[in-house]
């Protein structure tokens, strides 16, 4: 009985950022340039899917090559990168916004919100963040921020919480309403409109392209990463990712500080050093 013929070689590549393609420094490593710009070459697109809003992506579109698209703030956002600009948005509506905070604030009355606007962050008064990093758009009620550009992000923190037990509270709260995931290390939980995952708008870009899920291969470290890991055909986690991203991916890959999704693809493709 003969083996069975190896899969076909991916169409697309899907990748987390952070613990992921980026090494400790937060950056593009030369061997991962090397690598991403050889795919590119050969007619394969790496798109990034990221928990990160397009604010902070704008350092590393040079590195990547400048090209291509990014799905941002976990599925929200599919950003052009060659013209800088969103091409596509799912945002959360003004009502599920106030629904969400009153459920959540009814288990955890200590629960501080921030939204992440076409614009920039937005947060309540006492939601702590670090100026360094966040550079408010506006600072007010929750109600009142609702006022401006549109919701892609929801964000909720506590100052004392265990982070899984928060996440986990955040959840139950949200269910039906919303969908929640974690990537911090902290009691800080990202929430999306109903069904928004990084793999649900990877799923709408791939039809667009009519590119199937058996064709991609995926990358991921953190539970917000799951969904994209169980969906594509084939999927990797980080050899250092959070359990439920190890749970959900086919394969285990490299640690993201040792180049760890450049050499898995470059074995896949055959690209050697």
């Known amino acids: 009985m003969s083996a069975p013929p190896p899969p076909p070689l991916p169409r697309l590549v899907a990748t987390?950022?952070?613990?992921?393609?980026l090494d400790a420094a937060g950056r593009v490593t030369e061997?991962?340039?090397e690598v991403l710009a050889a795919l590119e070459d050969l007619g394969v697109p790496t798109v990034f899917v990221t928990g990160r809003p397009v604010r902070w992506m704008e350092t590393l579109w040079a590195e990547v090559g400048d090209v291509g698209l990014a799905i941002c703030s976990n599925g929200a956002v599919v950003y052009d990168v060659a013209r800088h600009e969103v091409r596509d948005a799912r945002p959360?509506?003004?009502?599920?916004?106030l629904a969400i905070a009153e459920r959540v604030r009814a288990v955890e009355s200590g629960a501080r919100f921030a939204v992440e606007r076409l614009d920039g962050m937005a947060h309540e008064p006492d939601f702590v963040v670090d100026p360094e990093r966040f550079r408010p758009t506006a600072v007010g009620e929750l109600a009142d921020l609702l006022e401006g550009p549109a919701v892609v992000k929801v964000l909720v923190r506590?100052?004392?919480?265990?982070?899984?037990?928060?996440?986990?509270?955040?959840?139950?709260?949200?269910?039906?309403?919303?969908?929640?995931?974690?990537?911090?290390?902290?009691?800080?939980?990202?929430i999306s409109d109903h069904g928004v995952t990084?793999?649900?708008t990877l799923e709408l870009l791939c039809a667009d392209l009519g590119i199937a899920a058996e064709e991609v291969v995926a990358f991921?470290?953190?539970?917000?990463?799951v969904p994209l890991l169980a969906w594509a055909g084939r999927s990797y986690a980080m050899a250092d990712a959070h359990p439920t991203a190890r749970a959900a991916a086919g394969a285990v890959a490299g640690r993201h500080d040792e180049d760890g999704v450049a050499?898995?693809?470059?074995g896949l493709f055959g690209l050697g050093r």
Request: aromatic share 4%; hydrophobic share 40%.
């Open 16 to 21: 987390d950022l952070d613990g992921t393609l």
């Open 31 to 33: 061997r991962t340039r």
């Open 92 to 97: 959360v509506p003004a009502a599920t916004v």
């Open 158 to 190: 506590h100052p004392e919480a265990d982070p899984e037990t928060f996440w986990r509270a955040v959840e139950g709260a949200c269910d039906g309403l919303a969908t929640t995931t974690w990537s911090s290390v902290g009691a800080l939980v990202e």
């Open 198 to 200: 990084k793999a649900t």
């Open 220 to 225: 991921g470290d953190m539970p917000n990463d």
């Open 263 to 266: 050499e898995v693809l470059a």
